[in-house]
């Protein structure tokens, strides 16, 4: 089956720890990007990646770093978390013109 | 102005009825337009697309684009309980650019 895999679905952690949280499609996609969903605010691109070793900011990067170093795999590493942080990220994998898939989310709390 | 504009609802109407969702737009370059649907703790999921204007009707649905207008139209016929979702327009630049989304409750 198609998908895009996130883990894990849902994370409480502290302010400062180190996190990350792994995004993996088999659908060999060589576009994979990272989004943040925030009540009223919508869907924020945190990330993109165009292909394997190319990542490139988008709209809201700060705090944020990512890595591709397969095709399959673009993680989200948060170095030292914040509470502005907590929110609900989703990976999503695809072309422009055939659209994403998205992957089922990771509620993030940071206390 | 914001480059995609779209009402956040909630919006319910009864079972059966015709739904219309909308959104506006500012860049006239846009030419490829999308419908997502995410339902509570799920990622959203294309559910249509159209290039540049004109309709496309699938099943119960119909993607409506007016670029004269810069205006876009999802039109739901014998709306179901299961259609109750977040509806998001999104659309083509360099990047896919979403609306932040429409709650639609059908009620039973």
């Known amino acids: 089956e198609a998908q895009v895999t996130q883990n894990p679905r849902y994370l409480i952690t502290v302010t400062g720890k180190k996190l990350t949280v792994t995004c993996s499609q088999n659908?060999?996609?060589?576009?994979m990007s990272w989004y943040r969903q925030d009540p009223g605010l919508g869907l924020r691109q945190i990330y993109y990646s165009m292909n394997v070793e190319v990542t490139d900011k988008g709209d809201v990067p700060e705090g944020y770093k990512v890595s591709r170093k397969e095709k399959r795999n673009f993680p989200l590493i948060l170095e030292s978390p914040s509470p502005n942080q907590t929110s609900l990220y989703f990976c999503a994998s695809g072309n422009l013109y055939g659209g994403y898939t998205f992957g089922s989310g990771t509620r993030l709390t940071v206390v | 102005q914001k480059e995609v504009e779209q009402d956040p609802g909630p919006l319910s109407v009864p079972e059966g009825a015709i739904v219309s969702l909308n959104c506006t737009y500012s860049?006239?370059?846009?030419?490829?337009f999308m419908w997502y649907r995410q339902y509570s703790r799920k990622g959203p999921e294309l559910l249509m697309y159209t290039y540049s204007s004109g309709n496309k009707e699938d099943g119960r649905f119909t993607a409506q684009v007016d670029k004269s207008s810069k205006y876009i139209s999802l039109f739901i016929r014998d709306s179901q309980p299961s259609d109750s979702a977040t509806y998001l327009c999104a659309m083509l630049d360099d990047k896919i650019i979403f609306g932040k989304g429409t709650r639609l409750h059908i009620l039973p």
């Open positions: 860049n006239s370059a846009f030419q490829y």
């Open positions: 659908m060999n996609h060589e576009y």
